[in-house]
């Protein structure tokens, strides 16, 4: 048995507390390591002149007294070990518990996401994609629209080549000319979709922002709206 010095005294009285008389040898050897032997026999001849007789500390008390004292070292090691292992279940599950509410914090803000909110307005910010090349835009929420809707400067930024012709009813009865498009992905925070249609329409200068969220993306989705906040909660 081997030990740093500064644990020998703990370490030999907690491993040779026996019975009456009981004897225990100490030594150092060359590396500056104790050593604790309950039999001289165990000690390697070059060391046998630096051995240590040591007692059991209660060895000179009378039996009874020996025994009780005994008695309550062990009663005060088993109470120590009881709090350790309390301590140590109490650390347990507040450690559980600190990574439950961070796997909770972080699955809400994985289902939030920040928005422009002018007014009655929300913009959302909005990753589309055309195969490999990607843009950001920000659309604005429009529950009404049946289609999304991109501005022609953000289909050119995508390089949206096929496209087929569609007139489109606005606001107002009015019926406008646009492109019909497919957009191989679009992305609201943790929401994607694939093969989104939108249509490009020519707006007036900072009519609706870069289009329109419409409900050929929002369909089916749970989500709500903080105001306060400026973000959308998505709901699983």
Aim: aromatic share 6%; glycine share 6%.
């Amino acid at each position: 048995m081997k030990c740093p010095a500064s644990h020998a005294l703990l370490l030999a009285l907690s491993l040779f507390a026996t019975e009456a008389g009981a004897e225990f040898y100490s030594y150092q050897d060359r590396s500056g390591t104790m050593h604790f032997v309950d039999d001289a026999a165990k000690i390697p001849r070059e060391y046998r002149k630096k051995v240590q007789v040591r007692k059991e500390e209660y060895d000179d008390l009378p039996a009874e007294e020996r025994a009780r004292m005994r008695q309550r070292d062990r009663e005060e090691r088993e109470e120590a070990l009881t709090r350790e292992q309390e301590q140590s279940e109490q650390s347990r599950r507040q450690r559980q518990a600190e990574e439950r509410r961070a796997a909770q914090e972080a699955r809400a803000k994985a289902l939030t996401t920040q928005v422009v909110i002018t007014g009655r307005q929300v913009f959302v910010p909005v990753r589309l994609s055309n195969g490999s090349i990607e843009t950001d835009a920000l659309l604005l929420l429009d529950t009404g629209a049946t289609s999304s809707v991109i501005s022609p400067a953000v289909a050119e930024r995508l390089q949206l080549q096929e496209s087929s012709n569609v007139r489109i009813g606005v606001v107002g009865g009015r019926v406008m000319n646009a492109r019909r498009v497919i957009l191989s992905q679009m992305a609201v925070g943790p929401v994607k979709r694939l093969n989104q249609e939108a249509v490009v329409v020519r707006q007036g200068r900072g009519e609706f922002g870069d289009g329109l969220l419409g409900m050929s993306f929002l369909a089916g989705l749970k989500y709500t709206i903080d105001f306060k906040t400026q973000t959308i909660n998505w709901i699983p």
